[in-house]
């Protein structure tokens, strides 16, 4: 079975299941009444969700987050952002369902908590990488550059697409990131930071 007839088939059970279709609801509602919603909260009731309807939990996960695109959609859209960022931050729900797939031979997602930077909108694909605003955390100095705790960074996520990683593509999307996260930057140095998990 392929993934948009399981995701369908696991969709209709929750559709069908009347309580269940309510507790879904109510966490679509929830995003729209709130960006910044408590999104561990959120996970831990889609996963009650899943075992109610009797989908697998990683199942539950993409079909929540896919209903939430929509409305992620129109909060880009109202915070003046290109519909093609949204578009392309969207494209990491493709990735992570390919990878789960490949890892646990089911139609999902197995990385829940990850979703937080991206429907939050803090975390966005720029070309061929993903970036977000992060502090540094400690104090650091090397080569003449002198960086506080809270001096903020552009942490580099690298998405597992399938597709080539070459120099050209980084650096463009570095460039892209530059200019995207200027406004956070002013006076201080925009830095990258990436390590991997």
Same mark, same amino acid.
């Given at each position: 079975?392929? *993934? $948009?007839?399981?995701?369908?088939?696991?969709?209709?059970?929750?559709?069908? #299941?009347?309580?269940?279709?309510?507790?879904?609801?109510?966490?679509?509602?929830?995003? %729209?009444? %709130?960006?910044?919603?408590?999104?561990? *909260? &959120?996970?831990?009731?889609?996963?009650?969700?899943?075992? !109610?309807?009797?989908?697998? =939990?990683?199942?539950?996960?993409?079909?929540?987050? &896919?209903?939430?695109?929509?409305?992620?959609?129109?909060?880009?859209?109202?915070?003046?952002? %290109?519909?093609?960022?949204?578009?392309?931050?969207? /494209?990491?729900?493709?990735?992570?369902?390919?990878?789960?797939? +490949?890892?646990? #031979?089911?139609?999902?997602?197995?990385? @829940? #908590?990850?979703?937080?930077?991206?429907?939050?909108?803090? /975390?966005?694909?720029?070309?061929?990488?993903?970036?977000?605003?992060? !502090?540094?955390?400690?104090?650091?100095?090397?080569?003449?550059? /002198?960086?506080?705790? %809270?001096?903020?960074? &552009?942490?580099?996520? &690298? @998405?597992?697409?399938?597709?080539?990683?070459? $120099?050209?593509?980084?650096? =463009?999307?570095?460039?892209?990131?530059?200019?995207?996260?200027? +406004?956070?930057?002013?006076?201080? @140095?925009?830095?990258?930071? /990436?390590?991997?998990?």
């Amino acid at each position: 079975m392929d *993934a $948009r007839k399981e995701l369908q088939s696991a969709l209709g059970k929750i559709i069908d #299941n009347k309580d269940v279709c309510t507790a879904f609801t109510e966490l679509l509602e929830r995003y %729209d009444e %709130d960006i910044k919603c408590d999104f561990k *909260a &959120i996970r831990i009731q889609m996963q009650e969700i899943s075992s !109610k309807a009797g989908i697998h =939990e990683f199942a539950g996960y993409l079909l929540l987050f &896919i209903s939430l695109s929509k409305k992620l959609k129109q909060y880009y859209l109202e915070a003046g952002l %290109d519909e093609t960022l949204w578009f392309d931050s969207m /494209c990491d729900l493709k990735w992570k369902l390919m990878e789960c797939k +490949d890892i646990y #031979n089911i139609w999902g997602t197995f990385v @829940p #908590n990850w979703y937080r930077g991206i429907f939050h909108m803090e /975390c966005f694909r720029l070309g061929r990488l993903q970036f977000e605003i992060k !502090k540094i955390g400690r104090d650091y100095q090397k080569n003449g550059l /002198c960086l506080k705790t %809270d001096s903020p960074v &552009i942490n580099v996520h &690298i @998405p597992r697409t399938g597709g080539k990683l070459d $120099r050209e593509s980084v650096l =463009e999307a570095y460039k892209l990131a530059s200019e995207f996260f200027k +406004d956070v930057f002013q006076e201080e @140095p925009i830095v990258f930071v /990436c390590k991997s998990w």
